[in-house]
């Protein structure tokens, strides 16, 4: 199967730092990437979408300048939680997904700790 | 809108015996795919099985399958001869056959195996 590699697993940050995440398609070329956040004991909830070459599209809510996504290549997309404070504190999971493709393959997920 | 409900937030089955998860739907479109992913311990999302929606047989994959019902708008799954290893969050996912293939989830249905 398809592999998604999402690194690093865990960060550790001081509140007012940023912090980023990246997630790499190793075996397919991802033409959509998608980043996902979990609170404990819930369902994974959209943050954004992004297409290679393109600006992300974010869901309601979730702020853009906060959390800064670049997709600029079809094996690599970034998510840089900016000027990071304690209630970004998460689990933050990416998933990719090849052209024409509606299976989702995804990264094993970051917990981001911010002190 | 679209909706994916999950009405069993938490199932027990005993190993070796059959347990069925259930999830229920809302959507207007006619062609779509659903999802079935399981998330063990480590929080790896890890895809069980997939239905296409204009197919009426319903999908199989070695001891899961799923019971598709499209006009009740039903996608329940089941798993024989429970193992210890099928502990885990389960969340039924559907995504519509154009655009990004963005994926809306249920809230989860934990699952634990009695030995």
């Known amino acids: 199967g398809a592999v998604v590699s999402q690194h690093p697993s865990r960060v550790i940050c001081k509140s007012g730092t940023s912090v980023k995440i990246e997630c790499r398609s190793l075996?397919?070329?991802?033409?959509?990437m998608f980043w996902y956040r979990q609170f404990p004991k819930q369902s994974l909830m959209l943050m954004a979408t992004?297409?290679?070459?393109?600006?992300?599209?974010?869901e309601q809510g979730v702020e853009k300048d906060k959390f800064l996504i670049n997709h600029a290549s079809l094996t690599l997309s970034t998510l840089t939680v900016t000027s990071a404070h304690p209630e970004d504190s998460s689990f933050y999971i990416c998933?990719?997904?090849?052209?024409?493709?509606?299976?989702?393959?995804f990264g094993a997920g970051t917990r981001l700790s911010v002190l | 809108a679209q909706t994916v409900t999950q009405s069993q937030p938490e199932m027990s089955v005993q190993e070796a015996e059959t347990v069925t998860l259930s999830c229920t739907y809302d959507?207007?479109?006619?062609?779509?795919?659903l999802f079935w992913y399981k998330q063990p311990p480590s929080r790896q999302m890890i895809l069980v099985i997939r239905?296409?929606?204009?197919?009426?047989q319903n999908a199989t994959e070695n001891r899961f399958s799923v019971n598709f019902q499209k006009a009740a708008k039903s996608f329940s799954l089941k798993i024989s001869d429970s193992q210890l290893g099928d502990a885990a969050m389960y969340f039924c996912?559907?995504?519509?056959?154009?655009?990004?293939?963005?994926?809306?989830f249920g809230t989860g249905t934990r699952l634990k195996v009695l030995a």
């Open positions: 998933s990719a997904r090849g052209a024409g493709a509606d299976i989702q393959y």
């Open positions: 075996d397919f070329q991802a033409t959509t």
């Open positions: 992004s297409n290679e070459g393109s600006k992300a599209t974010y």
């Open positions: 959507t207007s479109e006619s062609d779509y795919y």
């Open positions: 239905q296409e929606a204009y197919k009426q």
């Open positions: 996912a559907y995504t519509i056959t154009s655009g990004t293939y963005k994926y809306i």
